[in-house]
């Protein structure tokens, strides 16, 4: 009568990201998680899951039947009401990412944020005062469409040390994210990015979670929920990578460690 | 070297960037596809839209407040007001938005599924009688303030709109059984069956108590059996057309108060069957169109003149247009209506006992994005009734979001209130010394609304806060008034001879802390004053109200909530015996524990409501509102 797997995971479609992210997940919960993929159709979630995984933001957003608990990770741009739900985060925690580009960067005391996803008003705040006792400033900046983004690099150049691309999905496109990285390459002013992906189109350093710690922390949450256990509704993964271009390190003058 | 960095810099601040080759593959894709959904929902975030008051009450909420009774899941919500009443008609509870609690609440429209549920015979919503089970609602959408352009007439003070789920469970069983104190228990079960192209669900539930005691001690005749079974069903017709079917009854014995027969019992049945049509044209165009029926018997049983029986039928059919344009910045709604309602019934019409009352309309309704800050709205409708001939309705709303999660909004609304059947027709002896008597010169009651409103969220959306302030009149209020008094006889009409005007000012707040921890607190204030002087008008809305609440996850599977209420004495008047009671004012507190299973879909739960005092008198019928406890369990069984 019962499922035996009380966790459901639901993923955007089954590309490259959302398939580490499912390893992840089975790390963690091993076969305990089904699996439906929103690219096959309508996922037909039976009665008996009490936990859904929703990975991006797609299958964040959906409705879900019953009184089941929410997990939803990869949704950068989104917010689902806390009293629905846990997300975990796919920038890394304040503290630790300001030690790291501390330590990849110690001259770092302006840090450069721009941003367009209303979510993301909220994370500055929080940056800021994450940054204060590292003895680093943040330089924000809200874009209202891509096209400012240019006029903002101009503005904030000369004023920032180094610029830090938040997941911010209205602003890592292929159209903006060359002009951020032809920025960067120009004024030797470093970017750091959240996604060690994001390197090869020439950002200088990432720091953040790969798809498979994501779907470890999301498994990892999935647990708490089943088991009744109260938690925050927002969770950055434990472990973070700390990926470097040495290539364009060097070019802009970042020492790679 | 140096000019090199220079013109390096000057290529970077030069306004044309040339462009590196495109980046492809997965991850630009995956960062799209969330762009998507952002801009998506972006605009709704950016500007929330909703041109009106809305408070949403979900099938959780409703799980843990421990009510068991449909009208209690709306106490403790700002701008209520929910009583315990008995009224002449059988109905056991008045609900009402913004003011005038009364007997019968002609300025409120209640909808489930859509479908309006409005007694056409006296006005109001029979809340017990409804063929509607809790197990099987989504959310309640309470909306304050005209509404009547979008969904009718009989909807000045607000709308409220019932939601049951749509089944969409592959198969699953949900089994809900509770006892309390004063006889009462409850049994529900439902059953869900679906697939990629349509789903059903059947649910029925039994409930039988004692009811409250007369407030002078002894056990009221208040008794009530009830029972509920409903059907909704979906066939996704082809990828863009969707057939709907809903259909479901309702059959109650209960306990009438009657100080003439004080045995008096009322044997209801109320039936109905929906449908829906919906078509998605292409992606900003949908058609959807409904046909309903409703078959409402309500017999009194004995009544002061015998046996006194009314038959209600009420025939529905509605189609309406949604349009998105000038990409997705306007919304166009527009469509027509029609109703039919009928009441047979020789004891409420002697000499002609079957009254008619046809309602058309139609509707227009207008949404434009000026800008990603700036919303707005107005709608139109035009409609004719038998009972309260041609009337306009109109509502208009700007809505402004200056920074995101900040919401300010300035709307004004018009709404039209048409008699009822028995305001304009009725010849009824209600008691040994009470006749009342039907005004055929009763005309449409007018509503106007003029609100300023602020909706904020802070400290990363866990702090809401809403505050809003109005000023209403109503033209041509119509009151109860006494045609003439000869002893032992008093005969009561009715007229529209009075106007008042209602200020209020409602305040909102809740935090939370994480999924399953959250605390609210709200506050209503209203005055209203009158042409005429009644104090039963002036008098009749509590001035102040306050309710606080909490919701706690306590960890190893436990979870408690809590809600608190108070309201100022205000004074209430009793169409069925002409009298007026000024009803003190009161806290009141219901609450539950609840343990959820970790290992199976149950759940166990003991509840209380108002658990400050042993009873308190919320209507002048005589009865007093007792401390209620119960215990309950409920299991769900699925594949």
Sequence with gaps: MLAAQPVAAIFGSESGPYQEALQGLKDELKEEVLPFFLNQGEPPIPASIRVIVAFGSKAALRKYPGATALVYAMAPGTIVRPEDAVKICMEPDHAVLLKNLKELYPKLKRLGVLWQSPRFKSYIGELRAAAAPWGVTIEDALIENGDQVPDEL?????RIDALWLVPDPLLVNAKLLPIFVQFSHSNKVPLFVSTAGLLDQGATASVGPSFREMGRQAGRAARKALGYQRQEDKIYPAQVEVVVNKAVAAQVGLRAP | MLFRIISLAVLALSASVSRAAEPS?????????????????????????????????????????????????????????????????????????????AEFVD?????VDGRSVYNGLSGGTVWEDLPLQVQDIERIEII?????????????????NILTKKPQEPLSLFTDAL??????????????????????????????????????????????????????????LSEKSTLELFSGGSWETLGLLDSAVPWSQGRFRNDFEMLKYAYAAHKNSSIQAMASRRDDLRVFDPNFVGVLAAREYQYDAEILHQLGWRDGRAHTTYGGSFRHVS?????????????ENSIGRGFLSQSFSVSPRLNLTGAASIERSDTGGTEPAYQLAAVATPLPEHTFRASYGSAPTIPTLY??????????????????????????????????????????IENNLFYMTVGKLARTIVQSYVFPLLTLSFDNSNRAVVRGAEF?????????????ANYTHETVSDGKADINVSRGTPAHKVNLGAVMALGLGFSAAANAGYQDGHRLYSQATGQALDVGAYWRMDARLAYALASCGAEIYIAGQNLLRPTHVEFPEGLAVPRTYLAGISLKFGK
């Design chain 2, 144 to 160: 304050r303030g005209p509404n009547a352009a979008l969904y009718g007439s009989n909807a000045g003070l607000g709308v409220i």
């Design chain 2, 343 to 355: 009441v047979d019934s020789a004891g409420i019409f002697p000499g002609k006992p079957r009254q």
């Design chain 2, 107 to 111: 300025k409120l429209l209640v909808l």
């Design chain 2, 423 to 464: 305001n304009k027709s009725a010849s009824q002896r209600a008691s040994a010394t009470v006749l009342l008597v039907g005004n055929p010169n009763m005309t449409a009651q007018r509503l106007r609304s003029y609100e300023v409103s602020y909706q904020g969220s802070f400290l990363d959306n866990r702090l809401l």
């Design chain 1, 154 to 158: 101009r503005r904030i150049h000369g």
């Design chain 2, 508 to 520: 909102k707040a809740s935090y939370k802390w994480d999924a399953g921890r959250s605390v609210y």
């Design chain 2, 25 to 101: 593959g997965e991850l630009m894709e995956f960062f799209e596809e969330e762009a998507k959904v952002v801009t998506a929902s972006r605009r709704l975030e950016f500007v929330r839209e909703a041109p009106v008051a809305v408070e949403i009450i979900t099938a959780d909420d409703i799980r843990r407040s421990g009510a068991v009774n449909l009208w209690d899941f709306m106490r403790f919500r700002v701008g209520m007001n929910v009583i315990d009443a008995r009224s002449g008609d059988g109905n056991r509870a008045a609900v009402s938005v913004r003011g005038f609690p």
């Design chain 2, 179 to 236: 006892w309390g104190n004063r006889g009462m228990h409850r049994e529900q079960a439902s059953l869900e069956q679906g697939n990629r192209r349509g789903a059903y669900r059947l649910s029925f539930a039994h409930k039988a108590l004692e009811g409250h005691p007369l407030t002078a001690g002894p056990r009221g005749n208040d008794f009530l059996y009830s029972n509920k079974a409903n059907f909704r069903g979906y066939w996704d």
